[in-house]
T-cell receptor, first 112, second 111 residues
Framework: DAMVIQNPRYQVTQFGKPVTLSCSQT?????MYWYQQKSSQAPKLLFH???????NEADTPDNFQSRRPNTSFCFLDIRSPGLGDAAMYLC???????????FGPGTRLTVL | AQSVTQPDIHITVSEGASLELRCNYS??????LFWYVQSPGQGLQLLLK??????LVQGIKGFEAEFKRSQSSFNLRKPSVHWSDAAEYFC?????????FGRGTSLIVHP
């Protein structure tokens, strides 16, 4: 089945220690998104790629970076995680930006 | 700018009872509208979507939603709730660009 895969499902890191979360898709979608979701809140869009075109949300901290080396893969880098970055990180894809999104299962990040 | 309002933070229903979750959107043109469900610790799954045409949309798991332009609403309904429907439900509205999510409604199902 076509799907969105996130690895790892659970990630524990130390305060200030860089961490990378990965996302891959077999849907061949043009658009890939990274969301941050804290408990009992809606997903918050961090950035998205439309093909190779990177779009950063205005309020996404500089501490968060992303890479999309090819259509299938997208990475979220947190350069110096703080306690406030502990959250669920969701990757999603869509064929075009305003269409339905397909979500991965998420990566739960814990910062010690 | 587009926005989505889900006025109910929590909804509690008994198993077998009917359900309606409210969603209001703000967008000048006809929006693209979505309902997603999120089980604990999981990603979001699309229940149904509306782009145009018939204003009553059928989705998966027995859910339906009705688009009412006059009320700027897209409420989600289910005639008989199952315990497995307990989850977080998000309404989203997309216009010309990326969908905007509402804050979500947590559905609690009593046996």
């Amino acid at each position: 089945d076509a799907m969105v895969i996130q690895n790892p499902r659970y990630q524990v890191t130390q305060f200030g220690k860089p961490v990378t979360l990965s996302c891959s898709q077999t849907l061949n979608h043009n658009v890939m998104y990274w969301y941050q979701q804290k408990s009992s809140q809606a997903p918050k869009l961090l950035f998205h790629y439309y093909d190779k075109d990177f779009n950063n949300e205005a309020d996404t901290p500089d501490n968060f970076q992303s890479r999309r080396p090819n259509t299938s893969f997208c990475f979220l880098d947190i350069r110096s995680p703080g306690l406030g970055d502990a959250a669920m990180y969701l990757c999603a894809t869509s064929d075009i930006p305003h269409n339905e999104q397909f979500f991965g299962p998420g990566t739960r990040l814990t910062v010690l | 700018a587009q926005s989505v309002t889900q006025p109910d933070i929590h909804i509690t229903v008994s198993e077998g009872a009917s359900l309606e979750l409210r969603c209001n959107y703000s967008y000048g043109a006809t929006p693209y509208l979505f309902w997603y469900v999120q089980s604990p610790g999981q990603g979001l799954q699309l229940l149904l979507k509306y782009f145009s045409g018939d204003t009553l949309v059928q989705g998966i798991k027995g859910f339906e939603a009705e688009f009412k332009r006059s009320q700027s609403s897209f409420n989600l309904r289910k005639p008989s709730v199952h315990w497995s429907d307990a989850a977080e439900y998000f309404c989203a509205s997309g216009g010309s660009y990326i969908p905007t999510f509402g804050r979500g409604t947590s559905l609690i199902v009593h046996p």
